[in-house]
């Protein structure tokens, strides 16, 4: 079987049927767990996979886990220029050794959200290494 942390979300080879599949990463004003869903067929419009951020209750997380998955990405949020948010009044310049722990608050995090749901979750693809080989994702 192919390891789906290898891959891009967007690549068929990231989504097998037997493994639900999280993403670690921050989106602005956004909780940063992003996963694939099926959104059903309404009048005119088929059924289709789309991937799109998911909250806390839907994944059944633990409060704690919740919240610093949230504080993790407001962190960033404040720190990098990007669309202009309410909660981000200005940015904060943060140095590099500031930006490697973040990154590793990240991960450590990541390992938890695997725990606490049981799925395959990336962090910040291709922290885990990528697939190059891959017909689909590998030059991405």
């Known amino acids: 079987m ?18 639900t599949r999280l993403d670690v990463l ?21 059924a289709r996979e789309v991937h799109g ?12 886990l919740a919240a610093e998955l949230q ?8 720190r990098q220029a990007g669309p202009a948010l309410p909660q981000v009044a200005e940015v904060v310049e943060a140095t590099g050794a500031e930006w490697a722990q973040w990154r590793a ?19 910040l693809w291709p922290s885990e290494g990528r697939d190059s080989s891959c017909a689909v994702c590998g030059k991405w």
Request: glycine share 12%; proline share 12%.
């Open 105 to 123: 608050a990240g991960k450590e995090l990541a390992g938890r959200l695997a725990r606490e749901t049981g799925a395959a979750v990336v962090y």
């Open 2 to 19: 192919e390891n789906p942390l290898l891959h891009a979300s967007g690549c068929p080879h990231a989504r097998p049927t037997d493994v």
């Open 26 to 46: 921050p989106g602005y004003g956004a909780f940063p767990v992003w996963g694939w869903f099926t959104l059903p067929a309404r009048p005119g419009v088929p």
């Open 53 to 64: 951020n998911t909250g806390p209750r839907s994944l059944g997380l633990s409060d704690a």
């Open 71 to 78: 504080e993790w990405s407001i962190w960033q949020d404040r």
